[in-house]
């Protein structure tokens, strides 16, 4: 199977179809929920539609990409549930929280595992986990992080330096759009710190470039 054949299988797939709206539905029930139990319920029904979308072609590589983004997703899964039971102070479970978070949306300084899932996806899988996969996951950060204009600070310029000198010595076009995702994303937890509508407008633009690429 060709990459456009890949690519077409995404919509065309009654499977993959299901996938998607699972994936999708994830996405709208962290968004709108009111618990952080419901929006952990979220985050993993995302998960478990995405994985399967990975795989949908069969290829090693993508059985390889698959495993390292459920390793990569699991374990701030964990974390965000350690916190939910077990953890009672309210700043060590907010650090916690953003830790996970930092995790999932790979972005620095745990953003090791993003170009190498990226590089080895289709790219309609590549997309959505650059655009789609970011959304969720990025406004719960807002939340965890907004009150600590220090640490914000702190992984935006991290974020924004690495994705740049990263993307220099890539040669190859998908590693080049992780590294790129990754230095936007800092710039646009940046934008928190001036305001909400600043952020809103910059991720939504940020999506739309990105998608056209």
């Known amino acids: 199977m060709n990459k456009h054949q890949s690519s077409f299988s995404l919509t065309t797939s009654p499977a993959n179809l299901l996938f998607t709206t699972a ?7 962290t968004l709108s929920a009111h618990t952080w139990f419901s929006i952990w319920i979220g985050l993993e029904l995302n998960l478990f539609g ?21 390793l990569a997703q699991a374990a701030p899964s ?35 595992w993003f170009p190498s899932v990226i590089n080895s996806l289709p790219w309609a899988q590549a997309w959505i986990l650059i655009t789609i996969q970011k ?5 719960l950060l807002i939340q965890t992080i907004n009150n600590s204009p220090i640490l914000t600070s702190i992984v935006a310029g991290l974020s924004s330096i690495v994705g740049g000198i990263g993307g220099i010595n890539q040669t190859l076009l ?6 790129s995702s990754i230095g936007h994303i800092g ?3 940046r934008a928190i710190l001036i305001s909400n509508r600043s952020d809103t407008l910059y991720f939504t633009s940020y999506l ?4 056209t690429t």
């Open 135 to 139: 959304i969720a996951p990025f406004f």
């Open 174 to 179: 998908r590693p080049l759009i992780a590294y």
């Open 23 to 29: 994936l999708l539905s994830g996405i709208l029930l």
């Open 78 to 112: 964990a974390i965000f549930l350690l916190c939910l039971l077990l953890v009672t102070d309210l700043h060590l479970s907010s650090l916690f929280l953003t830790i996970a978070l930092l995790i999932k949306i790979g972005m620095t300084p745990c953003h090791q």
């Open 187 to 189: 710039w646009i937890l």
């Open 208 to 211: 739309l470039i990105i998608s």
């Open 50 to 70: 995405f994985i399967p979308l990975i795989i949908s072609t069969n290829k090693n590589q993508e059985k390889e990409a698959a495993c390292k983004y459920f």
